[in-house]
């Protein structure tokens, strides 16, 4: 059953989302309906996926419809981020090093949640940039199923470049952050409110700018570049940033833990993941393909980012 909203989430659903009670029954069952209705379409059907997914669509049917059958075309479009999602030691690794951070609950009665992503404590020789995004794939579904902050308000993403050198940034691989850019935009049940990129070294900001430049002609919500958290905290507050960016909403080691008590107890939820996907065969319509989705050998453009 579904968890109640308390009054301050309930007002939050209805001005943020479109959410009211009497409809949630009426809708669910309708896209129930209709996923078994696509041939091609292995969806889930349980009732937190479909509200996440529901709540980022600000509850219309056939935008929903259309991000549910983006969501699992992207299990054959971009299989290096959404196939074999299982927790595992070395996922659970992943989390522990701290490089993404989703802190547990905002302290104010309508703040989005925050997903803080710090670039530096990255050791491309230990681990591949796909990992880490097919680490976040996984804890962004379990917080937009658990945090109703999440998938109300969406998320305020935080980008710290603190460490991040240009040995790094060459290492980088851009085809694959368009391709998660990509689908982060088009595909996640979260919706990014706004975006900060904070403690950016001078070595590389040339590189980051270019890429600040394309990428905010991409979204629709802003993109803002600070130069430490102090000036942070004057954009969003301290009550929502763990207690190392200044902030009084925990720590970092919380924000691991957190999140690794989240995974564990989704193992379950995640082992059933290779039952979900589209069979592009019995598509009826245009076939969805990697060029069309990508570009070219994934390139989207063509672009000179050194």
Request: glycine letters at 6%; one cysteine or more.
């Amino acid at each position: 059953m579904r968890r109640p909203l308390s009054p301050t989430l309930a007002k939050l659903a209805e001005q943020e989302v479109n959410e009211t009670p009497d409809r949630i029954q009426q809708d669910i069952i309708i896209l129930r309906v209709w996923i078994r209705q696509q041939p091609h379409l292995r969806a889930r059907t349980d009732v937190d996926f479909l509200i996440a997914f529901l709540r980022r669509c600000r509850y219309s049917l056939e935008e929903t419809k259309r991000r549910i059958d983006r969501y699992f075309t992207h299990y054959n479009l971009f299989p290096e981020i959404m196939n074999n999602r299982c927790v595992t030691q070395r996922l659970l690794d992943i989390n522990r090093m701290g490089i993404c951070l989703y802190p547990d609950m905002p302290k104010g009665d309508s703040r989005t949640a925050m997903f803080i992503a710090r670039f530096g404590h990255f050791d491309p020789n230990l681990y591949m940039l796909r990992e880490i995004y097919h680490f976040s794939s996984m804890a962004m579904e379990v917080i937009a199923l658990e945090n109703d902050y999440a998938s109300l308000a969406g998320i305020c993403e935080i980008i710290d470049l603190e460490g991040v050198n240009s040995d790094k940034m060459r290492r980088f691989d851009r085809v694959l952050f368009r391709k998660w850019w990509n689908w982060l935009y088009n595909c996640s049940p979260l919706k990014v409110k706004e975006m900060y990129i904070i403690n950016m070294p001078k070595d590389i900001q040339g590189t980051v700018m270019f890429l600040y430049n394309v990428l905010s002609m991409q979204v629709n919500y802003p993109i803002r570049v600070l130069k430490n958290s102090e000036e942070l905290i004057e954009h969003i507050g301290k009550e929502s940033l763990p207690e190392e960016y200044g902030g009084t909403n925990g720590h970092m080691g919380e924000c691991v833990a957190y999140m690794e008590d989240l995974l564990n107890s989704y193992r379950g939820y995640f082992e059933q993941d290779c039952n979900y996907g589209t069979i592009e065969e019995l598509r009826h319509g245009e076939i969805a393909t990697y060029e069309a989705e990508f570009g070219a050998s994934g390139s989207f453009r063509r672009l000179n980012w050194d």
